[in-house]
């Protein structure tokens, strides 16, 4: 999570200030550097372990021992192979994993006044399967498991740390009203999917969604199918086909957390058939069919806030099977069409039902961020670390000036659509455009003089 104002730079040196805060699940010290003190491992959900494991999210009861800010460990978790993970390995290096992985990072600039800012909430991506923070991954997450009532606890989690956010924030100098997730891939899709979970109250005046959306993605999978993967597992692991399904979640509960992972690598739960260890499955409430969310999408049934979405020019460069020395790139432009369609639904079911939509197509190729020659230009993941300020990270190259300069330029439009979603792209440094329709960009072509505007129809194509 960052507030809007972390994205100015701050160059007074850092007097360690410790400011404690006082949150529903109890005080946590923050520390301060550089003029922006961070929040680290703030926990808005009970441990999901022993009992907990495998049932539904339950807040964090409140702790009066003040918690010392400190990243927690990542969830239970698998790492993909992509053209994109040897840089991606340098900039999030692995940490240590766990069950008990429900905690938020908030980053708070020390000039942000009490109750008074716009702040973002960011879900990561990571197919389900990877990344950290926010919510369970892979079968701790999404367990397709009758017995606990509900089986996308992942996005249950995601949930509840917003309701956390909604009611914490203002302790932070947040506005629990300006509140605006971003998130990137699955994020995107969860965030995507939130929106039509949760029609009555979001509980966040604006989303952005960067190359995701509800149906982006195999067809979520059928109760029963997924029942009958997990129950593989459990008869694996020798929990299967015996007792009443009290003793069956108690016998899963015992499990050691390692033997479980094991046990589902390989195993395609709930049918997201690119990765493995169980995803969401369609159970009506957090998650729906293909079908479904059209039928919502076109009557309006969904979070009616304004809505920020796009994709990279060459999204499924780093996405298809990949050598050292390319990629196929038919099926390249074929994967980065289907991204360019769904989001173009996406944006369409709000512009057809009077909801502020801007949708953009991320352009650049920044060599810092480019880690081979083949790659065509922006890819998925590529707008991230600059969005995020740490290009350096990657080990690819230093970033030259301009590189460091487009960071800085997302940055404003992103802070400026969380500050006042309802503005037009004029105010982000963009140029003025109808109201009327959905609205188009293309981020970075034109660095530094804004965003240039396309026409409906190139927007529908693979890579310009
Ligand atoms: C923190 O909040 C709890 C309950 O919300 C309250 O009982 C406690 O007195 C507060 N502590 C401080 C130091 O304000
Ligand atoms: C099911 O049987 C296995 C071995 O046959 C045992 O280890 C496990 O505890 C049993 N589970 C339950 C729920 O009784
Ligand atoms: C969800 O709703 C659809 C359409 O109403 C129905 O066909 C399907 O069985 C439902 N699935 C679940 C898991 O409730
Ligand atoms: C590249 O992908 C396309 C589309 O899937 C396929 O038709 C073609 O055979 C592939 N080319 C090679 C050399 O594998």
Known sequence: MVSVSTFFVFINAALAAAITVNTTSGPITGSSINGVTS??????????????????????TFSPHPRKSSLSKASIQFQFQTAFTPTEARALPL?????????????????????????????HGGGFAEGSAMSGTIV??????????????????????IEFLHRNIHLFGGDPKKLTLFGHSTGARSIAVYTFAYPHNPLVHGVIIESGSARLGPPLSTKPASDAAFFAIAEKLGCGNNGSDKEFLECMQRLNAAEIRKAVWGTVL??????????????????FDAEEYKRRGSSGQFAQIPTLIGTANYEADTLVPFHENGINYTLSDLVTKDFTCRAAIEAGYRARNGVPVWRYRYMPRLPAVTAYEWMRGAYHFSEVPPLWGNIERLGIK?????????????QKVWGAFAKDPREDWRSWGGRDISRKAARWARLGREIFRGSDFLSRESMMTGAI
């Open 270 to 287: 709930n049918s997201w058939t690119a990765f493995t260890g169980g995803a969401p499955g369609v159970d009506n409430k957090t998650a």
């Open 140 to 161: 701790f997450g999404f367990p397709s498991l009758p017995q606990a009532g509900q089986q996308n606890l992942g996005l249950l989690d995601q949930r509840l740390a």
């Open 39 to 60: 929040y680290l491992g703030l926990p808005f959900a009970a441990p999901p372990i022993g009992s907990l494991r495998f049932r539904h999210p339950l807040p964090a």
């Open 95 to 123: 940490s240590a994993q766990s069950e008990d992985c429900l905690y938020l990072n908030i980053w708070v600039p020390d000039t942000v006044k009490k109750g008074s800012v716009a702040a973002l909430v960011y879900i």
């Open 398 to 410: 230093t970033p030259e000036k301009w590189e460091l300069e487009m960071g800085d330029y997302l």
